[in-house]
Nanobody
Framework: QVQLVESGGGSVQAGGSLRLSCSAS????????VTWFREAPGKQRGGVAV????????EYDGSVAGRFTISRDTAKKTVSLQMNSLKLDDTAVYYC?????????????????WGQGTQVTVSS
């Protein structure tokens, strides 16, 4: 049984930093796109950063580019999201997802496996 588990969410003041991690059991990330999504109340779930685990290729949504960094640890088989200069608008539940053959990585449709989500709350 495949499980993705996120960790590292929490509450932080605007301008602060948090680091999220995603680990997998029953799955090897090597040939998967791993994406961090977020879903805020009243908004659709959307991708903020993606990494192809095998090569390290990565891309970011414009709303987080320059502030968030996605990375992989091939030894620990984890994918992390370093979030700096957090803004109020970054408040959301963050999910990691893994999929192959992903078309538009920002959309949730092509992902096979999902974590349970972790809350990130940014306050003023």
């Amino acid at each position: 049984q495949v499980q993705l588990v996120e960790s590292g969410g929490g509450s932080v003041q605007a301008g602060g930093s948090l680091r999220l991690s995603c680990s997998a059991s029953g799955l090897t990330f090597n040939t998967y796109f791993v994406t961090w999504f977020r879903e805020a109340p009243g908004k659709q779930r959307g991708g903020v950063a993606v990494i192809y685990f095998g090569s390290g290729w990565q891309e970011y949504d414009g709303s987080v580019a320059g502030r968030f960094t996605i990375s992989r640890d091939t030894a620990k088989k984890t994918v992390s999201l370093q979030m700096n200069s957090l803004k109020l608008d970054d408040t959301a539940v963050y999910y990691c997802a893994a999929g192959r053959g992903v078309g538009n990585w920002r959309q949730p449709y092509d992902y096979t496996y999902w974590g349970q989500g972790t809350q990130v709350t940014v306050s003023s």
